[in-house]
């Protein structure tokens, strides 16, 4: 166990619908990172948060958004929906800067 | 141009024997880390091991052991005494010290097949 928690494990919802991701980062750990794995992209890294404020961006589409809580928790939200959407997406979270980040299980989400 | 290469698409080992996974990296950051991770056909990313850029020694966990040479800008996992539970995808990552994140930045991966 990474001590990541992500929820939901599974979620299977129509194009054009929007969907929350959640993830409660391992304790007193302050980044978390949010990253999408497609079988034709590998891991792509979309957007990191820093005690709640957006560290640095990858390869988010402006159809996705995430915030980062005062509690530390983290949430991707992701709009209007496609089918190319379907893939698993992680949340990672690290203590320093060049540390090991450790994952939690991932969204498997699957758009029809 | 690639930050993180793995030429080593798919690999086949005999239990038991030792397995080499090919890594090279790009940066011209001083100060760097160097990642693997396993990812199992469950799906779960688990960190294996870690190297950092001014470590003299390379480091081990247990039958995973890093050979980092940095002049060749190279980190190689060798896992040794393969298992039948070794069989998994295997992501070289590499942190860098600098800049506005430090994100870790993904090879794309080599899919390990242990033979009984």
């Known amino acids: 166990d990474s001590g990541v928690t992500q929820t939901p494990k599974h979620l299977i919802t129509a194009t054009g619908q929007r969907v929350t991701l959640r993830c409660s980062p391992r304790s007193g750990d302050l980044s978390v990172y949010w990253y999408q794995q497609s079988l034709d992209q590998g891991l792509q890294f979309l957007i990191q948060?820093?005690?709640?404020?957006?560290?640095a961006k990858g390869n988010i589409l402006e159809r996705f958004s995430a915030q980062q809580f005062p509690d530390l928790h983290s949430e991707l939200n992701l709009s209007s929906l496609e089918l190319g959407d379907s893939a698993l997406y992680f949340c990672?979270?690290?203590?320093?800067?060049?540390?090991?980040?450790?994952f939690g299980q991932g969204t498997r989400l699957t758009v029809v | 141009a690639q930050k993180i290469t793995q030429t080593q698409p798919g690999m086949f080992v005999q239990e038991k024997e030792a397995v080499t996974l090919d890594c090279t990296y790009d940066?011209?950051?001083?100060?760097?880390?160097l990642f693997w991770y396993k990812q199992p056909s469950s799906g779960e990313m688990i960190f294996l091991i870690y190297?950092?850029?001014?470590?003299?020694q390379n480091a081990t966990e247990g039958r995973y052991s890093l050979n980092f040479q940095k002049a060749r800008k190279s980190a190689n996992l060798v896992i040794s005494a393969s298992q039948l539970g070794d069989s998994a995808m295997y992501f070289c990552?590499?942190?860098?010290?600098?800049?506005?994140?430090?994100?870790?930045?993904f090879g794309g991966g080599t899919r390990l097949m242990v033979k009984p």
């Open positions: 940066t011209s950051d001083q100060s760097y880390g």
């Open positions: 990672a979270s690290s203590v320093g800067v060049l540390t090991e980040a450790f």
């Open positions: 990552a590499m942190r860098e010290g600098q800049g506005a994140g430090n994100m870790l930045t």
């Open positions: 190297q950092g850029s001014y470590d003299e």
């Open positions: 948060y820093y005690n709640g404020e957006e560290r």
